[in-house]
């Protein structure tokens, strides 16, 4: 088990990553837009994209070079130090490199299991879907609606068009960005009652366990007949 242990190099490299991209995208691109662009001639917006595709990497990479020795699944416990950590897929304790590689581990069957509300999971999933929804909505309004004129005086005749575009379009993302923060704030009930930590993911299908990945609990949801209420 020793040579499919995860390196702890690759989940640091990974982390550096993530918030190295997430100051670019946040802090500099965002909160110091004016400064970078007034003060330095910088392109606040270009660093920002910057950032997140810093971001982006950082999870490419902890995906192509983490995968769980048990079941196979990619991107599974990263983290900086050390600390017991569970693969959400099978159960099994997730091995480092620089932590004890036979971790002792509860049997499966004799862990804790929790029953969750379908209800909370489909209203999450449908609060998902209609953020990502909206946004792109504004995003092709924007595009294809905004005119593009040529010359002044098109400029002057499109004026309210091009009010109008912006509009619609600014209120499409404000009503996305809502709806995902709500979607964000009930994934709440989704998770898990012991450490709060892992959850069940909202399109989890019937008859599937999905395992806390910080204490190893079982969770699923109410509509599955297999285990008892506990």
Avoid at 14 to 41: N, P, Q
Wanted: proline share 4%.
């Amino acid at each position: 088990m020793k040579d499919k242990a995860l390196k702890r190099k690759w989940a640091r490299i990974s982390l550096a990553l993530w918030y190295l991209g997430l100051g670019l995208c946040i802090v500099l691109g965002g909160f110091f837009r004016k400064w970078l662009e007034d003060d330095f001639g910088l392109p606040a917006f270009e660093i920002g994209m910057f950032g997140l595709g810093v971001m982006l990497l950082g999870i490419v990479l902890w995906n192509l070079t983490a995968r769980c020795p048990y079941c196979g699944k990619r991107g599974e416990g990263r983290s900086w130090v050390y600390r017991k950590m569970y693969c959400s897929r099978c159960g099994h304790v997730l091995s480092f490199d620089d932590g004890p590689v036979h971790e002792e581990e509860t049997p499966l069957n004799q862990r804790p299991r929790y029953r969750l509300k379908r209800g909370w999971a489909r209203l999450v999933l449908a609060l998902l879907i209609a953020g990502l929804a909206c946004m792109a909505i504004g995003g092709l309004v924007f595009t294809l609606l905004m005119p593009q004129p040529q010359n002044e005086e098109e400029f002057w005749n499109a004026v309210e068009t091009s009010w109008a575009v912006r509009d619609a379009a600014a209120y499409s993302f404000l009503a996305g960005t809502g709806l995902l923060i709500a979607a964000g704030v009930l994934t709440r009930r989704l998770k898990c009652p012991v450490c709060c930590q892992g959850f069940a993911v909202p399109w989890q299908r019937r008859g599937e366990t999905r395992w806390c990945g910080r204490c190893g609990a079982a969770l699923f949801f109410e509509d599955d007949l297999e285990y008892e209420k506990t």
